[in-house]
């Protein structure tokens, strides 16, 4: 078993649509996750992040954790075209080797 | 100005031969790192350097030798290319206590033929 699990995707959805991007672990060590952003041929850019369990919101953004579940999301609202991307999950237990889900290719089709 | 920037950008070789990727950040970063990324996306760390430190080696072949001549700089060296070792090199900086905040490069696509 991996020890981050991430849905494969593709995921494609309409403009304006809610999307939900989901991860799952196994390491209940990790404290710190992380989403990141990757356009096509371009390297990753660091979304959101939060620490431990509990909802972070950043406009469009928000990153919920449920540690007792082992499970992170994250809710896209209002999806645009410019958020066709691969989105990638992180997470860390506070030191300094971080480890990525596998990718979630999402397209927002307008 | 770009702040994490790597050299080059493509890189097509033969096997066997040895190629080098270089890496700056311009953040003031203490800590650097080389990640790998298959061609399923998945990211994978392979080392990172501290203050010019080795601080993680993740069971990298030791084809591989990182070297960081100061700490705006980690480079990536590769001896006797194999083509299992076609993929994109990623070079990210990050603070020391905000490793969860990693600023990535745009990568190098190594393609070995």
């Known amino acids: 078993q991996k020890e981050v699990e991430q849905d494969p995707g593709p995921l494609s959805v309409p403009e304006g649509a809610i999307v939900s991007l989901n991860c799952t672990y196994s390491n209940s060590a990790f404290q710190y996750f992380m989403w990141y952003r990757q356009y096509s041929r371009k390297g990753p850019e660091l979304l959101m992040y939060t620490y431990s369990s509990g909802n972070k919101e950043d406009g469009r953004f928000t990153a919920q954790v449920d540690k007792s579940s082992k499970y992170i999301s994250l809710f896209i609202r209002d999806s645009q075209p410019s958020d066709s991307a691969t989105y990638l999950c992180?997470?860390?237990?506070?030191?300094?080797?971080?480890?990525f889900g596998t990718g979630t290719k999402l397209q927002v089709i307008p | 100005d770009t702040a994490v920037s790597q050299t080059p950008k493509y890189l097509v070789t033969q096997m066997g031969n040895d190629k080098s990727i270089k890496c700056e950040q311009n953040l003031g970063h203490d800590t650097m790192y080389w990640y790998k990324q298959d061609s399923k996306k998945f990211l994978k760390i392979m080392f990172s350097?501290?203050?010019?430190?080795?601080?993680i080696n993740e069971t990298v072949p030791n084809r591989f030798s990182p070297k960081s001549p100061d700490k705006a700089h980690l480079n990536l060296h590769i001896n006797s290319l194999e083509l299992g070792d076609s993929a994109v090199y990623f070079c990210a900086s990050s603070q020391v206590e905000m490793n969860t905040e990693a600023f990535f490069g745009q990568g190098t696509r190594l393609t070995v033929v």
């Open positions: 350097y501290n203050n010019k430190e080795l601080i």
């Open positions: 992180a997470m860390s237990g506070g030191y300094q080797k971080v480890t």
